[in-house]
């Protein structure tokens, strides 16, 4: 099967439900992106973004060593709201801008679902809370052992939001590489305008 029927039979594939987003997410997520279109999944992005913001910050905590009860009471809920906040900004605005670059690269696909598919591969942060409860018990390794899971957890993340663009825009693994990479170009551009200005102005006030 040629790469065009491969798509053109995901036309075909039915939707999901319930708990079994999440099981296809874990256990096929190049087939449970592909039956993406077909499936309301929005509850499920709403409480995965939630829960990594929440494992993020608590997890964050832990490993600051928060242990007094007055830190934790006054510091953590603020915390978990700024952390769910920012998963929900960085979620969005790279969602927004892989769409547009995916577009330009010729891809066919909705940003919609892009935003559930990218929602969905958020769910391995919720592993951030064990893994660091695992690293604890490490003893004077528990650092090294929780940025081995935290890496592992990061790898898995880009993984499937690579799969994500992928399979709703039906490009390549090249141009999903490229379109996963564009944020980091595209803030790397700006840095590199703004040093360059920065030295042109120097450089004319001290002639």
């Known amino acids: 099967m040629n790469l065009m029927e491969s798509y053109e039979s995901q036309e075909e594939i039915g939707g999901m439900q319930g708990l079994e987003i999440i099981y296809q ?6 087939l449970c992106m592909q039956r993406l279109p077909n ?3 929005g509850f499920y992005v709403t409480l995965i973004i939630i829960l990594s913001g929440i ?7 832990i490993l600051l060593g928060a242990n007094s009860s007055l830190i934790t009471k006054s ?3 603020l915390w978990m709201v700024l952390s769910v906040a920012g998963v929900t900004g960085i979620w969005f605005i790279s969602g927004a801008i892989f769409h547009l670059v995916a577009e330009w690269l010729n891809g066919q696909g909705k940003a919609s679902v892009l935003l559930i ?6 769910a391995p942060n919720m592993l951030t809370i064990p893994a660091i409860l695992v690293s604890y018990a490490c003893g004077d390794l528990s650092f090294f052992v929780y940025f081995f899971c ?3 957890i990061i790898i898995w993340i880009f993984k499937l ?3 994500s663009i992928r399979e709703v825009y039906r490009i390549s693994t090249f141009k999903a590489l490229l379109v996963f990479g564009s944020p980091s170009m595209i803030i790397a551009g700006i840095l590199l305008i703004v040093m ?3 030295g042109i102005t120097l450089s004319m006030g001290s002639s």
């Not at 997410?25 to 190049?30: A, C, S």
């Not at 598919?117 to 958020?122: K, P, Y």
Request: zero cysteines.
């Open 117 to 122: 598919a990218l929602g969905l591969s958020l």
């Open 25 to 30: 997410l874990f256990t096929n997520p190049i």
């Open 55 to 61: 494992s993020i910050a608590v997890s964050e905590v």
């Open 75 to 77: 510091f953590l809920p």
């Open 161 to 163: 939001q690579v799969i």
């Open 39 to 41: 499936t309301v999944a």
């Open 196 to 198: 360059v200005m920065i």
């Open 150 to 152: 935290k890496l592992l």
